[in-house]
């Protein structure tokens, strides 16, 4: 009994903005539960599957021709005919600009034209994300830069490395790697943040249901692959300009490939969480939404009215900035705001997950007192 009531809720609560659910995908080569990891690589392909079906139903013409256009760049700037015939290392800043010939000239303007058209785009295409995807950028071009630390005394690095010739490019990889883990807990605890708002509920079950259906382990798999792609491509990039003057276009190809696969993986680290949360998210984490409250000097500011979902009523039911639903005590005589679920802080009394509207007695969970949000 208690089984089909979980499966009755979760059939009410479908999200009617998304074509397909998560928990429907299946596949036929799912790997035995005897093996090892088994079940997390399973989850893992799992949610793949997902969001590539979600990715061809949601991504336009705008999406491809923007990853085009920014594949396109990284070719331009990577491949340089000036580089084949060695170059000139002694000709540096405005001399050796005034060097290059005029077709190479064109090619680099037009590289930067369309590196700050591929920017444009993304800024547009994924607005809840306009300050990480230029912020991942920047961490790009900050591996680039160690690796050219790494590489200018030592074209063969990381063979015969000197540690006190790499404390310039290792200072550089520590800041980078600290913003990335940054970014990604970011990610993750606004996607638990926005489950414990939209997705209150009192069966832990159901909570659990949400959970699953919001689960990021594929998103950050895609993002740990990005991120290796990226170390790649600055370092055989940095290799090949490094050792100028040799046939080494071997590493020119790898640097091609995996700058190149790392484009789409780009946009899909910023889309994902974005068509998650909804147009109207804030991605930060914990830490930044309790300061940003702190410093508005307004925590119990509410932000959001609520009403009967059958009649209209207003409701007493709030939610604070920070998105926790608080709702007067029950409890004659105390009038303290107490979270949904959790004990007055000042009679210690439970406020339950379900309120009862005063004008048509209908019982209904605390979160169907608002509108409904493009989420899912």
């Not at 998560?22 to 790997?31: L, P, R």
């Not at 690589?41 to 013409?61: G, H």
């Not at 063979?159 to 550089?172: F, K, R, V």
Request: some cysteine; aromatic content about 12%.
């Amino acid at each position: 009994m208690a089984e089909e009531t979980v499966e009755g809720d979760l059939g009410g609560r479908r999200h009617t903005n998304l074509p397909f659910r998560m928990a429907e995908m299946e596949f036929a080569f799912a790997i035995p539960q005897r093996y090892p990891l088994a079940n997390e690589v399973n989850t893992i392909v799992r949610e793949w599957y997902f969001q590539f079906n979600l990715l061809r139903n949601d991504w336009k013409k705008q999406h491809v021709s923007a990853l085009l256009f920014g594949m396109l760049a990284f070719c331009l700037g990577s491949i340089s005919p000036e580089l084949w015939g060695g170059g000139d290392a002694t000709i540096s800043g405005v001399d050796g600009i005034l060097a290059v010939s005029g077709f190479q000239f064109f090619q680099i303007l037009l590289s930067i034209l369309l590196w700050a058209w591929f920017v444009y785009q993304a800024w547009t295409l994924f607005p809840v994300m306009r300050v990480h995807a230029i912020s991942l950028l920047v961490m790009w071009n900050g591996l680039m830069v160690s690796q050219i630390f790494f590489q200018r005394n030592n074209s063969a690095f990381p063979s015969g490395l000197n540690l006190s010739e790499m404390m310039e490019g290792t200072l550089i990889i520590l800041v980078v790697f600290f913003f990335l883990f940054f970014f990604w807990k970011a990610v993750i605890e606004t996607r638990d943040l926005h489950v414990e708002i939209n997705h209150l509920h009192e069966d832990v079950r159901m909570m659990e249901i949400e959970m699953a259906e919001h689960s990021l382990k594929g998103w950050t798999a895609i993002f740990g692959v990005w991120i290796a792609l990226i170390i790649i491509a600055s370092w055989t990039g940095t290799r090949h300009i490094s050792s100028y003057g040799d046939e080494n276009y071997g590493y020119l190809i790898v640097h091609l490939l995996s700058g190149s696969i790392s484009m789409p993986l780009f946009f899909f680290i910023l889309w994902y969480p974005q068509r998650m949360l909804g147009n109207q998210a804030r991605v930060r984490t914990r830490a930044a939404l309790d300061a940003a409250i702190e410093m508005e000097g307004e925590p119990s500011n509410t932000v959001v009215k609520a009403m009967c979902p059958e009649c209209s009523e207003p409701s007493l039911l709030a939610r604070e900035a920070s998105g926790a639903l608080v709702h007067p005590c029950h409890n004659t005589g105390c009038s303290t705001m107490v979270a949904i679920g959790m004990a007055c802080a000042t009679c210690d009394t439970k406020m339950p997950s379900r309120l009862e509207c005063k004008a048509c007695g209908v019982n209904a969970p605390a979160l169907d007192y608002f509108p409904d949000q493009d989420v899912w």
